[in-house]
């Protein structure tokens, strides 16, 4: 009996201290400021990234990011390519498998999730700046990683979640939600192969799953920063 | 004289040394499979891959492979919704560019085919049907019909991609409409010699082969889910074999026969297929088949008992054991097109990667590999080796790279 009491006491006393260990949403930002390299993002101007998006065929895929929050990107279906932007105001496309190759407004749903790709320094950093809820929701697995679960209700309406790995403080994960017909329809994006460019650590693949099948892989293949870009792209198209 | 001698068996010597004189005339080489008949080739290369001899940037997009003469390149290429041949010297430099047709653009736009050439014509199909006879000095155009509007056909899917056979006075093609679906035309004038109605299905996108038997010629070719053997003689139809499963239209690779035996890969359909023919070519009988092999495209190549092939829902390339007909083994590679010479494959996957491979009794082992990074959109040409030089076709840009020794 004295044995079990002991090993009861020794679990709870392990137990407390590990919850007392737990960090504070504001430890584990602070952390990830700091291994994503925040002190030379906020100084970096813009990003191009060029590589390959593998859905059904193997295309190219090129990915602007300027500030303040500018977006554009091109890639291929069906090798035709097609754009995306946004200029800080309008969220736009292009849709050219559809017979129609003029540039449209996306729709709200995906114009904001284009407003939450386009934020240059991404949504944990200075979210009540902006005027974002986050919240540590606990933790939960992103493979064998029993990760940090931040539960972000953004400015726009929206919920997302960002899974952030305890021991490297980088994302591992991101969860937010598509409405097709509707119905929330999760969107996982799985973050690998992070490789530093000038100090910042760049995951060069990112696995999405669209209602928990796979969908494509980005391969990233060449990161430059702060290269001369002309902000024209970001806007749509006249014609 | 005896110097002049002396320096013409040099120059034949260093000649057949180099393989100086080859020709690849038509689609994946002499034979249409893949192997081509090189020697002294690099068993390994630099680094950052063999020497780029030149890049030559506008050849409009398209997906078709060059063909080579002793003098010239050829290859076609779509210039605003216009198919184009274009020939080029063989140090890239462009001769004339001749109109074909219109090109197809609904979905992957360019051009897909590859030229044929037979003596001084070379034979050029589009996605939209139109196949012509030009003149291989100018590009001037001899005659040219055009699938849909002479022989009711209908384009498949990804358009009609097939590049020509040729053989003797005539030329095959493949319109694919329900009661002219394979014809024969005379290669001189465009006539009709014959026509066979084959299995009625619309065309599929496979360059045919030819077998050569005592006994008769015959034309194998895929329409859309049937393997059809065709007399050459007349165009009767001597055997089919129709793919298994519902939404098969996609058959894309040509057939290979070796020994009495025809090797099929179909992705879109019932994978790596072996039969066996009959000796006067009238029948052939199923001996095994493996849907796991699901090349949809990238063709395949027979080296030794293996048949190496690129996969599709899985991005690797697998390796069949033909006599027994299971995959053995893959090749993390991700996936694409495969050709042979001087006894290595060569494996150009969708991502731009050239890889050199040596063959082995077990897996094909990557000796070598270098990244395509010039050109324009999808890596889905087939390359092609010819005098030392191997040859990649990246949308707008041909890639001559120096891979003799």
């Given at each position: 009996m004295k044995k079990p009491l002991s090993l009861l006491i020794t679990l709870f006393v392990i137990g407390s201290f590990a919850m007392a260990q737990e960090p504070t949403l504001d430890e584990i930002l602070a952390k990830h400021y700091k291994a994503a390299g925040y002190d030379k993002l906020l100084k970096t101007k813009s990003i191009i990234m060029s590589g390959t998006m593998i859905q059904q065929d193997a295309m190219p895929v090129k990915i602007i990011r300027m500030r303040p929050?500018?977006?554009?990107?091109?890639?291929?279906?069906?090798?035709?390519?097609?754009?995306?932007?946004?200029?800080?105001?309008?969220?736009?496309?292009?849709?050219?498998?559809?017979?129609?190759?003029?540039?449209?407004?996306?729709?709200?749903?995906?114009?904001?999730?284009?407003?939450?790709?386009?934020?240059?320094?991404?949504?944990?950093?200075?979210?009540?700046?902006?005027?974002?809820?986050?919240?540590?929701?606990?933790?939960?697995?992103?493979?064998?990683?029993?990760?940090?679960?931040?539960?972000?209700?953004?400015?726009?309406?929206?919920?997302?979640?960002?899974?952030?790995?305890?021991?490297?403080?980088?994302?591992?994960?991101?969860?937010?939600?598509?409405?097709?017909?509707?119905?929330?329809?999760?969107?996982?994006?799985?973050?690998?192969?992070?490789?530093?460019?000038?100090?910042i650590p760049f995951a060069f693949t990112q696995d999405t799953y669209f209602g928990g099948q796979p969908y494509n892989s980005l391969q990233i293949e060449n990161i430059e920063l702060d290269q001369p870009i002309d902000s024209k792209i970001f806007s749509m198209p006249v014609k | 004289m005896r110097k002049t001698l002396q320096l013409s068996l040099l120059y034949f010597l260093m000649s057949s040394l180099s393989g100086f004189g080859q020709e690849v005339l038509q689609?994946?080489?002499?034979?249409?499979?893949?192997?081509?008949?090189?020697?002294?080739?690099?068993?390994?290369?630099?680094?950052?891959?063999?020497?780029?001899?030149?890049?030559?940037?506008?050849?409009?997009?398209?997906?078709?492979?060059?063909?080579?003469?002793?003098?010239?390149?050829?290859?076609?290429?779509?210039?605003?919704?216009?198919?184009?041949?274009?020939?080029?010297?063989?140090?890239?430099?462009?001769?004339?560019?001749?109109?074909?047709?219109?090109?197809?653009?609904?979905?992957?736009?360019?051009?897909?085919?590859?030229?044929?050439?037979?003596?001084?014509?070379?034979?050029?199909?589009?996605?939209?049907?139109?196949?012509?006879?030009?003149?291989?000095?100018?590009?001037?155009?001899?005659?040219?019909?055009?699938?849909?509007?002479?022989?009711?056909?209908?384009?498949?899917?990804?358009?009609?991609?097939?590049?020509?056979?040729?053989?003797?006075?005539?030329?095959?093609?493949?319109?694919?409409?329900?009661?002219?679906?394979?014809?024969?035309?005379?290669?001189?004038?465009?006539?009709?010699?014959?026509?066979?109605?084959?299995?009625?299905?619309?065309?599929?996108?496979?360059?045919?082969?030819?077998?050569?038997?005592?006994?008769?010629?015959?034309?194998?070719?895929?329409?859309?889910?049937?393997?059809?053997?065709?007399?050459?003689?007349?165009?009767?139809?001597?055997?089919?074999?129709?793919?298994?499963?519902?939404?098969?239209?996609c058959q894309c690779n040509t057939p290979l026969y070796e020994n009495s035996f025809l090797y099929c890969v179909n992705g879109n359909g019932n994978g790596a297929i072996k039969f066996q023919l009959s000796d006067d070519g009238a029948k052939i009988t199923e001996l095994w088949k493996d849907n796991k092999c699901d090349g949809l495209f990238g063709g395949f190549i027979k080296v030794n008992d293996q048949i190496i092939s690129g996969g599709y829902e899985k991005r690797q390339y697998y390796v069949v054991e033909t006599n027994k007909g299971n995959v053995v083994d893959s090749i993390k590679f991700d996936r694409g097109s495969v050709i042979e010479a001087d006894g290595m494959l060569y494996l150009y996957n969708e991502k731009g990667q050239m890889g050199l491979f040596k063959p082995g009794k077990s897996c094909p082992e990557l000796v070598s590999s270098f990244k395509v990074t010039r050109g324009t959109k999808a890596h889905f040409s087939h390359p092609v080796i010819c005098n030392g030089v191997l040859y990649i076709r990246h949308g707008k840009s041909l890639l001559a790279y120096k891979v003799a020794k």
């Open positions: 929050d500018l977006y554009y990107m091109e890639f291929d279906v069906q090798d035709i390519t097609a754009y995306q932007g946004y200029d800080g105001q309008t969220a736009w496309m292009t849709a050219p498998w559809t017979g129609n190759p003029k540039p449209q407004a996306m729709p709200e749903d995906r114009a904001k999730d284009m407003r939450t790709k386009a934020d240059f320094d991404g949504l944990l950093y200075q979210w009540k700046e902006k005027g974002h809820l986050v919240e540590l929701a606990g933790r939960d697995t992103v493979g064998t990683t029993l990760a940090y679960k931040l539960k972000i209700t953004k400015k726009d309406g929206g919920t997302e979640y960002l899974f952030i790995d305890p021991s490297r403080f980088i994302i591992l994960k991101r969860l937010y939600f598509r409405n097709i017909r509707g119905k929330d329809v999760p969107v996982e994006n799985y973050f690998h192969d992070y490789k530093a460019v000038n100090g | 689609w994946r080489g002499p034979s249409r499979t893949g192997v081509y008949d090189e020697t002294n080739l690099l068993k390994e290369w630099p680094e950052t891959g063999p020497a780029l001899l030149w890049e030559y940037d506008n050849l409009g997009n398209g997906y078709g492979s060059p063909v080579i003469t002793k003098q010239n390149i050829f290859i076609n290429g779509e210039f605003d919704t216009v198919n184009y041949l274009l020939a080029l010297d063989l140090q890239g430099k462009l001769l004339w560019k001749s109109k074909v047709g219109k090109e197809w653009i609904q979905n992957y736009p360019g051009a897909r085919s590859t030229p044929t050439v037979m003596g001084d014509l070379i034979y050029v199909t589009t996605g939209l049907g139109q196949l012509a006879c030009l003149e291989t000095k100018s590009g001037k155009e001899r005659w040219s019909v055009n699938m849909m509007s002479d022989f009711h056909g209908q384009p498949p899917r990804f358009g009609f991609s097939e590049s020509v056979l040729v053989d003797g006075d005539r030329v095959y093609c493949s319109p694919g409409s329900r009661d002219t679906n394979i014809v024969a035309l005379d290669r001189f004038t465009g006539k009709i010699i014959w026509i066979s109605k084959g299995e009625g299905e619309i065309t599929s996108y496979t360059a045919p082969t030819i077998i050569r038997l005592p006994q008769r010629n015959i034309l194998v070719t895929f329409s859309k889910t049937a393997l059809l053997g065709i007399d050459m003689k007349d165009g009767s139809l001597l055997w089919s074999y129709k793919q298994d499963g519902e939404g098969i239209d």
